[in-house]
T-cell receptor, first 110, second 114 residues
Framework: NAGVTQTPKFRILKIGQSMTLQCTQD?????MYWYRQDPGMGLKLIYY???????DKGEVPNGYNVSRSTTEDFPLRLELAAPSQTSVYFC?????????FGSGTQLSVL | DAKTTQPNSMESNEEEPVHLPCNHS???????IHWYRQLPSQGPEYVIH???SNVNNRMASLAIAEDRKSSTLILHRATLRDAAVYYC???????????????FGKGTHLIIQP
C-alpha cells in the first residue's frame, strides 16, 4: 500500500517548456488535490477533484491544467513554464478528517 | 473556513513536553480543529483533530478551550524527529467544508534542541 506516489521527485525546466507531474493513489479516495509550496510559505491549492471526470480550480490555477480520467490518477500539466512556477508541488488524497500527501516534486524553472 | 493564528516559531528541549498554541477567535460551531505537521522535505501529515472535547492519540494530545477560541497541541515528550512545521486548520466538516481543499497558513516552526 504505497498511498500517494508522485513522480518525478526533481525536475529542472527551461522557460517555455512543458511537463506533466504525475500523481497516483491506491487508497481508493474520490478526492484529490494539487498544492504548491514556495520557500518558507504554507501550501496553496492549485486544483482539486472530487471524483473521476470532475475537476475544479483552487486558489492559484493559472498556468496549470489537470485531468482526472480515473480514480487513481490526477496529473498536473504545466504549459509554457515560467520562473514563477519554481516551487515544490504536493499531491494529496483523502477527505475532510484526514488528507494523505505525497512526498512532493521539486521543480525549478530557469 | 475561519482563520487561525499561530506563533511563527517555538523552541523546546528534547524529551520535554511541548505546547503549541493556536488562536481561532472567529471559530464557528461547525468548525473542527485539525493539526497537521510537515517534516523537512516531506509533505504534510495528519496529527489530530477535535471539536469540543480534548483528544488523545499516539502522536499527540489536543486541548481545546472551553469557549473553543483557542487550542493547544501537546507533544508529551518531544524528540528530534518532532522538529517540523505544525499547522492548525479549521474545517467545517459538518457542512461539507474541506472538500474543496484545506487552507494552510505558515504554521509554527518547532525547533527541538538536543
Amino acid at each position: 500500500n504505497a498511498g500517494v506516489t508522485q513522480t518525478p521527485k526533481f525536475r529542472i525546466l527551461k522557460i517555455g517548456q512543458s511537463m506533466t507531474l504525475q500523481c497516483t493513489q491506491d487508497m481508493n479516495h474520490n478526492y484529490m488535490y494539487w498544492y504548491r509550496q514556495d520557500p518558507g510559505m504554507g501550501l496553496k491549492l492549485i486544483y482539486y477533484s472530487v471524483g473521476a471526470g470532475i475537476t475544479d480550480k483552487g486558489e492559484v490555477p493559472n498556468g496549470y491544467n489537470v485531468s482526472r480520467s480515473t480514480t487513481e490518477d490526477f496529473p498536473l500539466r504545466l504549459e509554457l513554464a515560467a520562473p514563477s512556477q519554481t516551487s515544490v508541488y504536493f499531491c494529496a488524497t483523502g477527505h475532510n478528517e484526514k488528507l494523505f500527501f505525497g512526498s512532493g516534486t521539486q521543480l525549478s524553472v530557469l | 473556513d475561519a482563520k487561525t493564528t499561530q506563533p511563527n516559531s517555538m523552541e523546546s528541549n528534547e524529551e520535554e513536553p511541548v505546547h503549541l498554541p493556536c488562536n481561532h477567535s472567529t471559530i464557528s460551531g461547525t468548525d473542527y480543529i485539525h493539526w497537521y505537521r510537515q517534516l523537512p522535505s516531506q509533505g504534510p501529515e495528519y496529527v489530530i483533530h477535535g471539536l469540543t472535547s480534548n483528544v488523545n492519540n499516539r502522536m499527540a494530545s489536543l486541548a481545546i478551550a472551553e469557549d473553543r477560541k483557542s487550542s493547544t497541541l501537546i507533544l508529551h515528550r518531544a524528540t528530534l524527529r518532532d522538529a517540523a512545521v505544525y499547522y492548525c486548520i479549521l474545517i467545517a466538516l459538518l457542512t461539507g467544508g474541506g472538500a474543496d481543499g484545506l487552507t494552510f497558513g505558515k504554521g509554527t516552526h518547532l525547533i527541538i534542541q538536543p
